[in-house]
């Protein structure tokens, strides 16, 4: 038995005992070599060489009105400050599957991970060499027509040389960050140092550089939120506490005076204390809805006064973005009501994201479950519905993070599903989460947690896939745009609102209609919810009559049916659906083949294809428990994958002689002898699954 034959059995322990064949697929970010898969041509190199992307008539656009649509993907921590000799090359990996911008999340962590200079006793100054080391990338990017997106504030922890109160009981200081003088301070000079720094390798300060397409203020961070989730009690005990945490008491007590002061109580007329969650269901209307009035204003405030401070006083011409509306356990509403002042309104979600277990003493993570089941079978609760919610009439809408985590069995449904929704609602752009957290040093052919889409052969070849989906909107737009308003007594109230109304916190607003029409936020200033005609009964057709999807019966299935995509997902060996070019039949219970031309041209008259055949992933010996709902043992290199075999079927092909079929390796290289295509009554038959891969090349001979 070889190395790779055992590598391959030692797999199967990482997937039920179906049959299916697994093989080693570690994908190769360093591959220079021409590609079948390429799609850097849908970039339009260098960034920015008409000048900044514009909103206009609610959308992103190009200096001469063109529509620009963004497919990004998300750099993190230690990764956004790649050592020179990487940059490049990871700048031109990213290209030629179509990413045309880069996320910059989590800038603001100390060095190695960030540009903070982690020697001093303060975060006031950047490290040099990693500042030169994102100077550098960011140029390269650009090169390629790969745009960046600047965060500020997302994971900064402060020292005692700040000058803020218990830099130790922070955290990340999220709702601090709105209303403590000092906390804002600092986050303006920190927005001035960086946006007013000069790029060497660009010659160009960020503020004026027209390769920078957003700069977003905060992330997942709501004041709001924090009131309603129990966070504002000053409660804070435990040092360094990481994300999410309650305030200190003395920001509590701060809080509560302003509160007063805002409230107009003069002293000895009587100090009114703040709402706690337990409370709210007894408050009255009156009551509640007062001291709602006051976080909206808040953030509303925060959120004006940051704008025009980067405008203004700063001078940045990019879009500006304030965070996004991330929890849909609850209503988003109040927060966009604030956000929707900027220029872009913006949303996360993660399908079934894993649910921690922490040790109480030390906060540290010990575990985790997910229910680990398909989207398919749930549509109304989906991650394209729970994302409907936020798009505001008149801004253009960006989901900056999305996913189904790591080790989700059923991920490979996640990109082409929100790629071909996407583009129905014209949505203007979306981010996945996240390419990478460390440096391409440290970079395996293994997945280290949850989130890392880079060495995921299924995840990365969807990318190329949904890139030419979505950037050429290949997808129409929806037919009909519902749209729907809310008075800010409704926005207020809704924050209290039975959690059963998820995600939309709208009665009477039936779920099914994000999967069926676009749907807008029309505005904050009256109260209307449409009445609509229809129902959720299977298939949910888009009003364009592209998108399909099946539910019921645990064996749900969504159809993209273009002229020039087209997919199936899902459950395909039970339904066995097709498309006008595309049919299958195959081995696996699960799967998600798509299929693009890459010539511009309708599937059925293009000379060249793009086939994507993607199931599980998993690492070699990864190991789960007995429920299949977590991983004990995570496993060790390389990611290996569960081959999708059967036979893929091309119909409708005109005038085609010969069809020639590479499978392509994890560099997007042609892979062993040709594959198989054999001219049906059907039309052209291709086996797939050996070798194992998750795409192929296809060349139409006429």
Not at 101 to 119: E, K, Q, T
Not at 202 to 212: F, I, K
Not at 238 to 243: L, M, Q
Request: hydrophobic content about 40%.
């Amino acid at each position: 038995m070889t190395a790779m034959q055992r590598i391959a059995l030692f797999a199967l322990f990482a997937f039920s005992a179906l049959g299916q064949a697994v093989a080693p697929f570690p994908m190769d970010w360093r591959a220079a070599s021409p590609s079948p898969a390429d799609v850097s041509f849908l970039l339009d190199a260098p960034a920015g060489k008409q000048g900044f992307i514009q909103s206009r008539d609610g959308h992103l656009a190009l200096p001469d009105g063109a529509r620009f649509r963004v497919w990004g993907v998300n750099f993190t921590g230690a990764a956004t400050t790649p050592a020179r000799e990487d940059a490049p090359r990871v700048a031109a990996h990213l290209a030629r599957f179509g990413v045309n911008c880069v996320r910059f999340h989590f800038l603001d962590n100390p060095a190695p991970r960030g540009l903070i200079d982690a020697s001093r006793n303060d975060t006031q100054a950047f490290d040099a060499a990693q500042l030169d080391r994102f100077d550098f990338f960011v140029a390269e990017l650009r090169k390629r027509g790969i745009y960046t997106n600047i965060n500020l504030n997302v994971g900064r922890t402060y020292k005692t040389g700040d000058g803020v109160k218990d830099p130790e009981l922070l955290g990340f200081a999220k709702a601090l960050t709105y209303f403590d003088s000092r906390l804002i301070e600092l986050q303006r000079e920190y927005a001035r140092a960086l946006l007013t720094h000069r790029n060497p390798y660009t010659n160009s300060e960020y503020r004026n550089e027209p390769a920078v397409l957003i700069v977003e203020l905060v992330n997942e961070n709501s004041i709001v939120e924090s009131w309603f989730s129990g966070r504002l009690l000053g409660e804070a005990r435990r040092f360094n506490p990481g994300t999410w945490t309650d305030i200190p008491k003395r920001y509590e007590r701060d809080l509560t005076q302003l509160y007063n002061t805002w409230l107009g109580t003069r002293p000895g007329s009587g100090f009114v204390e703040r709402l706690k969650p337990k409370e709210f269901a007894s408050a009255s209307r009156e009551r509640f809805q007062l001291e709602a009035s006051f976080y909206i204003d808040l953030e509303r405030r925060y959120f004006r006064e940051m704008g025009e401070f980067l405008r203004k006083d700063v001078g940045v011409k990019s879009l500006i973005a304030g965070t996004s509306d991330h929890n849909h356990g609850a209503s988003g509403y109040p927060l966009l009501s604030s956000t929707s002042q900027l220029d872009i309104v913006d949303g996360h979600v993660y399908w079934q994201h894993p649910r921690y277990s922490t040790d109480p003493a030390t906060g540290r993570q010990t575990g985790f479950e997910i229910p680990n089941s398909p989207m398919v079978n749930d549509p109304l609760h989906s991650s394209v519905v729970e994302l409907s919610r936020s798009a505001v009439a008149g801004k253009p809408y960006t989901v900056s993070e999305v996913n189904h985590p790591f080790p989700a069995e059923y991920a490979a449904e996640g990109i082409p599903i929100l790629a071909a929704y996407a583009a129905l609602h014209d949505w203007d752009g979306i981010f996945w989460y996240t390419f990478e957290h460390k440096t391409p040093a440290e970079w395996r052919a293994v997945q280290p947690r949850f989130f890392e889409i880079r060495p995921d052969p299924v995840k990365m070849s969807e990318i190329a896939s949904g890139a030419l989906l979505f950037l050429r909107a290949d997808v129409r737009a929806a037919a009909t745009t519902v749209t729907r308003s809310y008075s800010m007594e409704q926005v207020r109230e809704s924050i209290r609102m039975d959690r059963r109304e998820r995600p939309y916190f709208t009665p009477g607003f039936p779920l099914w209609t994000p999967l069926a029409h676009s749907t807008r936020i029309q505005s904050f200033e009256r109260d209307v919810v449409p009445q609509l005609a229809g129902s959720d009964a299977t298939p949910i057709v888009s009003d364009t009559g592209e998108l399909k999807w099946h539910h019921g019966g645990n064996t749900g299935v969504v159809t993209i049916d273009t002229p020039r995509s087209q997919a199936l997902i899902g459950f395909v060996r039970a339904r066995r659906p097709a498309t006008r070019n595309l049919a299958a039949a195959v081995d696996n219970d699960f799967c998600a083949i798509t299929l693009g031309s890459l010539d511009g041209k309708p599937v059925a008259a293009a000379s060249r294809l793009l086939l994507t055949t993607g199931a599980r992933v998993a690492n070699t010996d990864m190991k789960w428990n007995e429920k299949r709902t977590s991983i004990t043992d995570w496993g060790r290199e390389p990611t290996v994958i569960e081959a999708v075999t059967g036979t893929i079927t091309l119909t409708g092909l005109q005038r085609a002689r010969r069809v020639s079929v590479r499978a392509l390796d994890g560099g997007g290289r042609p892979l062993g002898s040709p594959v198989a295509a054999r001219k049906t009554a059907a039309g052209w038959e291709i086996r797939i699954g050996k070798p194992a891969t998750v795409w192929y090349g296809i060349t139409i001979g006429r």
